[in-house]
């Protein structure tokens, strides 16, 4: 991993792990999903190697919002659903800070929706870590808006008759610049994404197939577990070919307009028939197709998906601000007050 | 100029232009204020606009009116009954002749009085025609036929003359009023700088207005003098509450060294203030009009942690939005300045209206205990000062404060002095210290403020939020005796911020029969009617609060020496409900109206009267 380099000023001592740990006993339930994603922050941060000092994490409401209490860093726990509100101001504030964001699936899709949305089609420069368990954990196992379409939860006794949102999906039509998924129990890749996300310029997004043990557990086990996770989980690698499976020949191909699984070496294909992933592209639409695979008939895509360049909002900010400070002739409130018609009495 | 003989010489004068919403009745109020300002007048403005963009023309709900109020002596209020009114179509006379007094001078365009037009808006007869009028100062100005046959040797199309039809008025108006036409000509001649022959025209079709008045018959010939008022000497300008909201908050946030961060939603009548500091990024302004007036305060909340000084602006059904986030600026003790400039309600209520309908939700409309300060401005050019102070000690005090104004106050102009901002005092927060033993509920012993650790500094990494800390610590507990020690702290913190603010002042004797007492917006009207009781003899003085959440020290000694307490608002009794509540060994009588208009002097006076005889 190369150092990222951009104008947050970085630490000029080597950091560990234990300079993020705050030492709060951890209360989420043994088992829980979010334990794993505690550990890859506490891997990543001292590798991004940032001052300690200019990280911040700012969650909602949820299980999954308690993540700044156990990390030593800056650290604001927010209000249910405004996490994305909240760590907007701080970026634009002061875009020298490494903000990241812990939320989870009804904190950023239900309640706040529209702050996701938003701050996504704004590109602020933020990290989201998406605690997606399909379900509102610390109210105690109301469906959310990610649960899958039938499931019985507390509030759905005869199953759920709504459509679930896709969090690529949505992330991509909210124009998001980045978008990465990974299972609660890789840690590893779990690491390099946050890596990835925290070197993106902009919104970048982390869905984490998070398990709930105590309101919906094995919600994911038909992806994640041992037994499914190489057949249902193709692993990108940026110029990579998108191979999977438990004998590393199934592959993906563009069909027409659309996405197919082949098995190499089966009916004349070959490697090279294989879509190579380019996470940078601009274009969204084979990211998009990627975001929405799923089983039975396609595995599911983990990794970077998308990683695309545009300018981010806090940038923009600040350059117009210089801008203004460059051409403008009002440089401090008493010329703004004199600024304009002004009556003299003598 | 020759002073003519049957000019009459006025303290003061109230002039209303109105028409239809295209007719320029805005540009040409300002015009006329500016004209005033220029001469030494003293003044307000008031805007009266309708609620629709481009209403059905000539109709009653498509009126525009602009209000000038001017004098030699101090102007506290918008001003009430007419002394000129200049119509430029039925519809606009027809909604405002209830303004007029019985010798109102009447100045309208004869040529709009067309069957059409009078149909449009309800006439069943045409009122210049039908002796409804015959005993009022009446003056028609053909104002179409007039400019056509002066322009005609031009080459200008008619709709582009025609356009003008308000410079005409202007003119005539400036001309009753014995004003000299130069400070407009010097608008135009910069305004279209880049048409000249527009700006010729403009000036040529004003001037003809102005030179009007010497064919009008003797008995229309109406003329009135306003001296000049004794003004401090200095820079004014003529100022509404929205824009010195904006610029006040942008003075504080250079005193106190600080960017100024605005996260907010548009709303009428808020909007213009997130214009305004939209436009001043060389000043370091950063400023995110947010999806909604949740993410507003979100956001604002955000920069506030991350050390900006932080605002949100907006109006009513935005600040039910923002009570939940209200409560987390309170929990995590950070400062927080929110501008709610009241509008009718409830709901969505009268968007362009203004009331006093919102103070109960500024200091009750959230869940728990969550006290904040509270401060109300009380006249446009207030606002500067007030903004400046709720940044001041909401930075200083580590508490969110609300600043109450009102769309009467945001819209409506007055003059203001224009200050040094260095002369404005220093606001100082209260910062913690890098690499120090830094505990976020650690409190100054005096202020009971937390100190404020911006992220990025070494060595106070820390973290907060809105579940209940522990004291000093800032530990997450549920400890008993700590949440009762903190709901006392945070209330007493910010009934300590009495200490830093100025006493209740009382205009007038300090003893008497009646002491009035307002608060917000009213001030300058209810002050008047003041003026006018002491002048006929009666005991009564006049408190108005700026200072709400907390009262000021003196409250209660000052209620103390007068016989009857009247609490003069625009709702159906909110501050009175709360002085009750703070001070209930008083017993308060209510002056209250609910119109979305302001109080009339007179009814005021009524008001008194009956107290002092009760
Ligand atoms: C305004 C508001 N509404 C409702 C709640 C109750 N509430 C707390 S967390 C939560 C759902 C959390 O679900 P999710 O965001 O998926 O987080 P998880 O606990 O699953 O990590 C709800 C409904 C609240 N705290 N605030
Ligand atoms: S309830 Fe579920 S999400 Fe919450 S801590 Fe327990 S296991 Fe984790
Ligand atoms: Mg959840």
């Known amino acids: 991993m190369s150092p990222i380099i951009n104008s947050i000023e970085r630490s000029n001592v080597e950091l560990t792990k234990e300079d993020f740990v705050s030492g709060l006993p951890v209360k989420w339930c043994p088992g829980c999903g979010a334990h794993a994603i505690l550990t890859a922050v506490e891997n990543v941060f001292p590798k991004i190697g940032y001052k300690k000092e200019n990280f911040v994490i700012v969650s909602g409401i949820g299980c999954s919002s308690r993540f700044p209490y156990y990390v030593n860093t800056y650290g604001f726990h927010g209000i249910h659903g405004r996490a994305n509100a909240i760590a907007t101001g701080v970026k634009v504030a002061n875009p020298k800070l490494s903000v990241w964001i812990a939320t989870g699936d009804g904190d950023s899709m239900a309640i706040g929706g529209n702050h996701f949305i938003h701050i996504i089609r704004r590109n602020v420069d933020v990290n989201i870590l998406l605690f997606n368990n399909m379900i509102y954990g610390l109210t105690k196992g109301q469906y959310s808006p990610t649960t899958p379409m039938g499931a019985v939860t507390k509030t759905s006794p005869y199953g759920t008759i709504e459509h679930p949102f896709n969090t690529g999906e949505l992330v991509l039509g909210a124009q998001g610049t980045f978008f990465a998924r990974v299972p609660d129990n890789n840690v590893k890749l779990m690491t390099e994404v946050m890596f990835e996300a925290a070197k993106h310029d902009g919104t970048s997004v982390i869905e984490i197939l998070q398990n709930c043990v105590i309101f919906n557990d094995k919600v994911h086990a038909h992806i994640t577990s041992k037994e499914t996770k190489d057949d249902y989980q193709l692993i990108l690698k940026n110029g990579e070919p998108m191979i999977f499976g438990s004998k590393k020949n199934k592959g993906i191909r563009l069909k027409g307009t659309r996405l197919e699984v082949v098995t190499i070496g089966e009916n004349g294909i070959t490697e090279d028939d294989i879509l190579v992933h380019d996470q940078y592209q601009q274009d969204p639409g084979i990211h998009l197709m990627l975001a929405k695979m799923s089983p039975p008939h396609f595995p599911v895509a983990m990794g970077v998906i998308r990683s695309a360049m545009y300018p981010t909002y806090d940038d923009l900010v600040e350059m117009q601000i210089d801008e203004a400070k460059k051409t403008s002739k009002i440089r401090n409130v008493n010329d703004l007050l004199n600024s304009g018609e002004v009556f003299e009495v003598k | ?614």
Not at chain 2, 312 to 338: D, N, Q, R, Y
Not at chain 2, 368 to 381: I, K, T
Not at chain 2, 498 to 520: C, H, K, M, R, T
Request: with cysteine; hydrophobic share 40%.
């Open chain 2, 1 to 614: 100029m020759n002073k003519p003989k049957n000019m009459v010489e006025l303290e003061s004068a109230v002039v209303k232009f109105v028409g239809d919403s295209g007719d320029g009745m805005q540009l040409i109020g300002t015009l006329f204020a500016d004209s005033c300002a220029y001469d030494g007048n003293d003044l307000t403005t008031f805007p009266d606009y309708p609620a629709e963009i481009r209403p059905p023309a000539n109709t009653i709900a498509g009126v525009s009116g602009f209000q000038v109020y001017f004098g030699s002596k101090k102007i506290l209020s918008f001003g009430e009954k007419l002394d000129v009114l200049v119509c430029l179509n039925p519809a606009s006379l027809k909604a405002n002749l209830k303004w007029a007094k019985k010798d109102t001078v009447i100045i309208v365009d004869s040529d709009e009085f067309t069957e059409q037009t009078l149909e449009k808006c309800g006439y069943t007869s045409n009122p210049l025609t039908d002796h409804s009028l015959k005993d009022r100062k009446l003056i028609q100005v053909p104002v179409t036929t007039i400019i056509k046959e002066k322009t005609s040797s031009l080459n200008f199309d008619n709709k582009t003359v025609l356009r003008s039809r308000n410079m005409l008025v202007l003119g005539l108006t400036l001309r009753l009023f014995n004003k000299k036409t130069s400070y407009v000509e010097n608008y135009l001649s910069e305004k279209f700088a880049s048409k000249p022959d527009i700006a010729n025209l403009n000036k040529k079709i004003l001037l003809e207005g102005y030179n009007y008045y010497d064919q009008l018959p003797v008995n229309q010939k109406f003329s009135f003098f306003v001296p000049p008022a004794k003004l401090e000497k200095g820079k004014y300008k003529n100022i509404n509450g929205n824009i010195a909201t904006a610029w006040g908050l942008l003075a504080a946030a250079e005193r106190a060294h600080l960017n100024l961060f605005l996260g907010s939603y548009p709303i009428t009548p808020a909007t213009e203030i997130l214009v305004e500091l939209a436009k001043h990024k060389s000043l370091g302004a950063r400023v995110m009009q947010a999806e909604d007036e949740i993410a507003g305060i979100c956001s604002a909340i955000g920069a506030s942690f991350a050390g900006a000084m932080a605002v949100t602006t907006t109006s009513g059904p935005g600040l039910s939005l923002k009570s939940e986030a209200m409560g987390l600026a309170v929990m995590t003790e950070l400062p927080l300045v929110i501008v709610n400039v009241q509008r009718g309600g409830p709901s969505t209520g009268l968007p362009t209206k203004s009331e006093q309908a919102d103070l109960l939700q500024a200091l009750w409309g959230r869940n728990g205990e969550a006290p904040m300060l509270v401060m109300a401005a009380d006249s446009p050019a207030d606002c500067f000062y007030s903004a400046f102070m709720a940044a001041k000690l909401s930075l200083e005090h580590m508490t969110p404060c609300i600043l109450l104004t009102d769309g009467s106050l945001g819209n409506g102009s007055e003059l203001f002095k224009i200050p040094d901002v260095n002369t404005l005092p220093e606001i100082k927060p209260p910062l913690a210290k890098p690499n120090t033993d830094y505990k976020p509920y650690a409190r100054n012993p005096e202020t009971l403020a937390r100190y404020w650790a911006i992220p990025g500094t070494e060595g106070l990494r820390h973290r907060i939020g809105g579940l209940e800390k522990e004291n000093i610590t800032g530990v997450v507990t549920t400890d008993p005796e700590n949440h009762e020690l903190m709901v006392k702290l945070r209330a007493e913190k910010v009934q300590r911020v009495a200490n830093y603010i100025p006493e209740q002042e009382v205009f007038g004797e300090p003893e008497g029969d009646l002491l009035v007492v307002s608060w917000g917006g009213t001030k300058g009207v209810i002050r008047e009617s003041v003026i006018e009781m002491q002048k006929e003899g009666k005991k009564v003085s006049h408190a108005h609060f700026k200072y709400i959440m907390p009262l000021p020290k003196n409250t209660e000694q000052v209620f103390s020496r007068f016989k009857k307490i009247i609490v003069c608002e625009l709702n159906n009794g909110q501050f009175v409900v709360y002085l009750r509540a703070v001070l209930p060994q008083f017993k308060y009588y209510q002056a209250n109206k609910i119109q979305s208009l302001p109080f009339f002097m007179d009814e005021l006076k009524e008001k008194y009267y009956k107290v002092l005889e009760d």
